[in-house]
Structure formats: C-alpha cells, structure tokens
C-alpha cells in the first residue's frame, strides 16, 4: 500500500496546471475547429426536437428528457470510424448491432420512457 504523502505528492505532479495548461494550448485550435463544426448540428437537432414536442403539446418541464434523448441519438448517428478500413468500428458499429435488441431491452432511462411515450402518442394521433 502506498504511503499517504507517496499519493498526494504524485496526485500535485499528475495535476500540474502549468502543463495541463501548455497541453490544452497545443490542442485548442483543433478543438475549436471541432466544436465549431458540431455545434451547429447539434443546435439544429435540438430546434427540431422543441418544435416537435410543441406541437405534440409536451409539458415543459418535460423536454429536457427529450432533449437528452435526442442528444444520444444524434451521439449514435455521428460517424465515427478510428480505422477508415473498419466498418463495424466505434460507436456506429455498437449502435448496428445493438439495434436489434433495443426492443427487447427493459426501459432504463427516465429519456427514453418519455420518448417511447411520445412516439406511442403520435402514433395515436
């Protein structure tokens, strides 16, 4: 076991701002290009996401829960392959074969009650 002024002094070394600092210099330009290509994506799908929950008379202290779940559908839908050559790879692949079983799964999430909800009522309407 390691001694307890052994763990903190490797935490202070682990956790020196100044290079953390000079790591995320080197890296916000790309960052930054990043960001700025998602955001307005992601800004689209969420418009989309509060005009549909209007018009389907969602309660407002509801739609963050559909917010979250269109937030991890969108995460789903990106593309996203590390090796060009792979195309079960990262999370597109886990999302294909998941698929099928979503179904199947016992509802989790407090989104996704919500969204099975909604799409029970607009299959009613």
């Known amino acids: 076991m390691m001694d307890p002024a052994q763990r903190i002094a490797n935490w202070n070394v682990k956790y020196n701002t100044g290079r953390i600092k000079a790591t995320l210099d080197d890296r916000r330009p790309v960052m930054l290009a990043s960001v700025t290509a998602v955001y307005p994506t992601i800004t ?9 929950c209007g018009g389907a008379g969602v309660k407002t202290i509801q739609i963050p829960f559909y917010l979250n779940f269109g937030r991890e559908l969108w995460a789903l839908s990106r593309p996203y392959r590390p090796d060009p050559g792979a195309a079960e790879s990262g999370r597109e692949g886990r999302a294909l074969r998941l698929a099928p079983l979503l179904p199947l799964r016992p509802l989790c999430s407090a989104s996704e009650r919500y969204a099975r909800r909604a799409l029970g009522q607009a299959a009613r309407a």
């Open 44 to 52: 689209a799908t969420e418009l989309q996401i509060r005009q549909v």
